[in-house]
């Protein structure tokens, strides 16, 4: 069987902010854009979809966990940079919440961790 990653969905509370802040921390061209999910098209053939929470339940037919407050979602979207510094301001000025700073990393990489708007984790790193 062969199989490769080509979207990640993320279900969010507030669509129009998720999408200003992918936009604005990353510049990705928007390719899917109706009221309840906008899909931005990454680097080399993958996406990143933007569901609202209900509309999202709705599809996948079960109901889907509330991040609120301090609370930061059980999974990641890590990227690779070109210039970590860089990236590390755009998600800062687009308001990304900062969750662990710029470090090495055991694995290797060096990486700055971040809350998007509805709690998503979001990793920006780069190998060392």
């Given at each position: 069987m062969s199989a490769r990653h080509t979207l990640t969905i993320?279900?969010?509370e507030d669509l129009a902010a998720s999408k200003a802040f992918y936009l604005d921390a990353f510049g990705w061209p928007v390719t899917v854009d109706v009221p309840v999910y906008v899909e931005l098209a990454l680097p080399e053939g993958q996406r990143l979809g933007l569901y609202t929470r209900d509309a999202y339940a709705a599809t996948v037919g079960g109901t889907v966990a509330a991040i609120g407050g301090a609370e930061i979602g059980p999974a990641?979207?890590?990227?690779y940079v070109d210039d970590l510094e860089a990236a590390i301001a755009r998600v800062s000025r687009a308001g990304g919440r900062p969750?662990?700073?710029r470090a090495p990393r055991a694995w290797?990489?060096?990486?700055a961790y971040f809350a998007?708007?509805?709690g998503h984790v979001l990793v920006v790193a780069q190998p060392r």
């Amino acid at each position: 069987m062969s199989a490769r990653h080509t979207l990640t969905i993320l279900a969010v509370e507030d669509l129009a902010a998720s999408k200003a802040f992918y936009l604005d921390a990353f510049g990705w061209p928007v390719t899917v854009d109706v009221p309840v999910y906008v899909e931005l098209a990454l680097p080399e053939g993958q996406r990143l979809g933007l569901y609202t929470r209900d509309a999202y339940a709705a599809t996948v037919g079960g109901t889907v966990a509330a991040i609120g407050g301090a609370e930061i979602g059980p999974a990641e979207v890590y990227l690779y940079v070109d210039d970590l510094e860089a990236a590390i301001a755009r998600v800062s000025r687009a308001g990304g919440r900062p969750l662990s700073p710029r470090a090495p990393r055991a694995w290797g990489d060096e990486a700055a961790y971040f809350a998007d708007p509805s709690g998503h984790v979001l990793v920006v790193a780069q190998p060392r």
